[in-house]
């Protein structure tokens, strides 16, 4: 299989860039858009939230729900409270994870991991301002987001995030905080320009970040960035536990090492 970089991935583009492209197609953007509306949402959808989150015409909306539909990609709430995203999905979802050359030979040395430290273990995925979890192997305690595959979170406050901020230049840094909304997940969530500086530096120095219930309360991870054939950051491990059962530097000391021998591994399978 080839090698995979999420850097490689084309970019859509501002809207003046897409109408000069001749091989851009408008309408598949637009149906994009109606998907995307459900990213953020707590319950179904109505129509007029779809048009407005998709930023189109209520009438032009239908026609779009209607044919996803159609296809499968989004369906009537159970309790006709809405429209919620389709059963179809997940077949993409399959595709993508099982034809992602990094997933497929991560996959066993994050097993053999979880085996070892028995705590939950994680693989991100870097997708420029956040981090998307590819796969995650669970512990004996858990939440209901800590068990998706597809959730994300910044890229600033999650450890696997701030691992791969300390392999990319100062200049590059820069560029993801000024472009990130430095709002807390938790009250623990470190927003503070400098103090985020100051934790990618040490993971620089570390070669590992630690966080500490910055996205779920209660929480303590390590992430070890895993680099591509450029050298590179290109996903993350995670390893969480719980702090009512470590202390940070007990944590730290018994899986770190064991975070980045995997992730070495990982980088020049």
């Not at 189109?56 to 159970?78: C, N, W």
């Not at 309790?79 to 030979?105: A, I, K, Q």
């Not at 620089?204 to 960035?225: D, H, K, N, Q, S």
Request: with cysteine; net charge neutral; aromatic share 6%.
């Amino acid at each position: 299989m080839t090698s995979w970089s999420p850097r490689a991935r084309p970019k859509a583009g501002t809207p003046d860039e897409q109408a000069r492209d001749p091989l851009f197609v408008r309408s598949i953007a637009r149906a994009a858009d109606v998907m995307a509306a459900f990213h953020k949402c707590d319950a179904p959808l109505t129509l007029a939230e779809i048009a407005a989150a998709a930023g189109m015409g209520k009438s032009t909306a239908q026609r779009f729900v209607h044919t996803l539909r159609q296809l499968g990609y989004i369906e009537r709430d159970p309790t006709d409270r809405g429209f919620v995203p389709g059963l179809r999905l997940l077949d993409h979802s399959l595709d993508y994870l099982r034809l992602n050359p990094l997933v497929e030979r991560a996959t066993p040395i994050l097993l053999e991991l979880r085996r070892n430290v028995r705590e939950r273990v994680d693989l991100s995925l870097l997708d420029d301002l956040r981090v998307v979890y590819a796969a995650r192997n669970q512990s004996k305690r858990e939440t209901f987001f800590a068990t998706l595959v597809g959730h994300s979170v910044p890229t600033f406050c999650a450890s696997g995030g701030r691992a791969m901020l300390a392999l990319l230049s100062d200049a590059e840094v820069e560029d993801i905080l000024a472009r990130s909304d430095l709002k807390p997940i938790t009250v623990k969530t470190i927003t503070d320009p400098d103090a985020i500086r100051e934790k990618v530096r040490e993971a620089r120095e570390l070669g590992y970040a630690l966080a500490l219930e910055e996205v779920v309360p209660g929480e303590i991870a390590i992430g070890v960035a895993i680099t591509g054939p450029d050298g590179r950051p290109v996903a993350a491990i995670h390893v969480a536990g719980s702090l009512s059962e470590w202390q940070p530097e007990d944590f730290a000391q018994r899986f770190a090492p064991l975070a980045q021998s995997a992730a070495r591994a990982i980088s020049r399978a």
